[in-house]
């Protein structure tokens, strides 16, 4: 195995298990690696860190897989690192109220760049490092073995591919074609997801236990679902008997499935209405109509995509939280969503703080939100934690 050996005091990140080693800690490397090769990453003295895909390309130069010097890493490691990670799923899957859920979060799970979803008899993979791109007939293999599953299919086109030199890739990998709307349940309630055309891999599964939550104040009220996609808090809202739900989006296909979704799950269409139009356009015209709501939401795609967008984003968030505020009803209540990872909880209190300030309000905070446990947070890798929230009393 090549060997990859560390400047002069660059092993500490490594030795607290982090899984990034940046290209610039790399003193020389021992042999011409492949990009995705499986590596032994030393420190300067030769003594053992651990053992990483390697990629030449990437400003990751190597993601750390594994810090027991005696481990190989073969099929049977995927194979225990996978089933280890699968069974932690159970607790969200055992009840039956929902079958779909994320199985592998990588680095969270100890696979750096392997994503796996499920959906019901479908898996859907996004393989993100060069490392997983060249194991991949090994991981369908073994997916395949403990899962037993319809059809797998490849979701490969996020941009962090662009960052490993990869090009997107979308397909089915194995199996059966995944019909053009799989029909999920989560909570309870039924989805129509398309893998192929969704955003993400087809749907957002990480706000799973925020919808249960925030559903629970919903009986009688009139909710405002911002950014809605195909409907995760409009339809846990009507499920608990909203009076009224408007749900926001600019993606027609969003808005088209979320029809779907309100009849397939025989709710009262009549209780809710969408809004193919820009969230802020949008509130500025419901500000114009003095029109008012109990319960908003607010879930925006991530505004701050790295730390040198923080300030850009704090704005832009305030912005819409200020305008969030302005149209409640006095003691109404505000959800409000960050899925950056780059605004930390702090932070984004700290920018409700400025949105009350500014939107002339006083502000409770009732509840904090954060991602479930299907994203678990690696402690030795804080930068998995991304999904984070606030519910709000606006008086
Ligand atoms: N709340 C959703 C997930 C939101 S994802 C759920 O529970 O599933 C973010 C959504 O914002 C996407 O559906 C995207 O189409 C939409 N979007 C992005 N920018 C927008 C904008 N400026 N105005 C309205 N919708 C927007």
């Known amino acids: 195995m090549i060997d990859v050996i560390l400047k002069k005091g660059k092993e500490k990140a490594a030795l607290q298990h982090h899984p990034w080693m940046f290209s610039g800690a790399i003193d020389r490397i021992k042999g011409t690696p492949g990009n995705g090769e499986v590596v032994a990453v030393r420190a300067a003295d030769k003594a053992f860190l651990a053992y990483g895909y390697y990629n030449a390309q ?32 159970q607790h969200v899957l055992h009840s039956g109220e929902t079958n779909t859920c994320r199985l592998v979060f990588s680095e969270a799970d100890f696979l750096p760049g392997l994503i796996v979803d499920k959906y019901g008899d479908f898996l859907s993979l996004q393989l993100l490092s060069a490392g997983m791109e060249n194991i991949k ?41 995944p019909p053009e709307f799989i029909e999920v349940k989560e909570n309870n309630i039924l989805y129509h997801i398309n893998i192929a055309e969704g955003q993400k891999s087809g749907f957002y599964c990480d706000q799973r236990d925020n919808r249960r939550i925030l559903a629970a104040y919903a009986p009688g009220k009139t909710v ?64 114009e109509e003095g029109r008012k709501f109990d319960i908003i939401i607010l879930d925006p795609p991530k505004y701050a995509p790295s730390r040198s967008a923080l300030d850009r984003a704090a704005r832009a968030y305030k912005d819409l939280n200020r305008m969030g505020m302005l149209l409640l009803e006095s003691g109404g209540l505000l959800a409000t969503f960050s899925c950056s990872g780059a605004v930390d909880i702090d932070t984004f209190k700290q920018i409700i703080a400025w949105a009350a300030l500014d939107a002339g309000k006083e502000v409770q905070i009732l509840k904090q939100f954060n991602q479930p446990e299907d994203h678990p947070i690696r402690i030795s890798f804080p930068e998995g934690e991304y999904l984070k929230g606030l519910l709000v009393r606006v008086l």
């Open 224 to 287: 405002l679902d911002c950014f809605s996609y195909s409907g995760g808090f409009s339809l846990n809202s009507l499920s608990l008997g909203a009076a009224h739900v408007t749900s926001v989006d600019s993606s027609a296909l969003a808005l088209q499935t979320l029809q779907h979704n309100v009849v397939l799950n025989g709710f009262d269409a009549t209780k809710q209405e969408s809004i193919q139009s820009d969230v802020n356009k949008q509130l500025r015209a419901f500000k």
């Open 58 to 89: 990437s400003r990751v130069a190597v993601r750390l897989l594994e810090w027991d010097e005696s481990k190989v890493i073969d099929k049977a490691w995927y194979q225990e690192k996978l089933q280890t990670a699968i069974a932690a799923r």
């Open 137 to 177: 007939a090994d991981i369908i293999d073994i997916l395949r073995e403990e899962l037993q599953p319809l059809g797998i299919f490849d979701k490969s086109d996020a941009n962090a591919r662009t960052h490993e030199n990869l090009e997107a890739a979308q397909g089915l990998l194995w199996g059966e074609m």
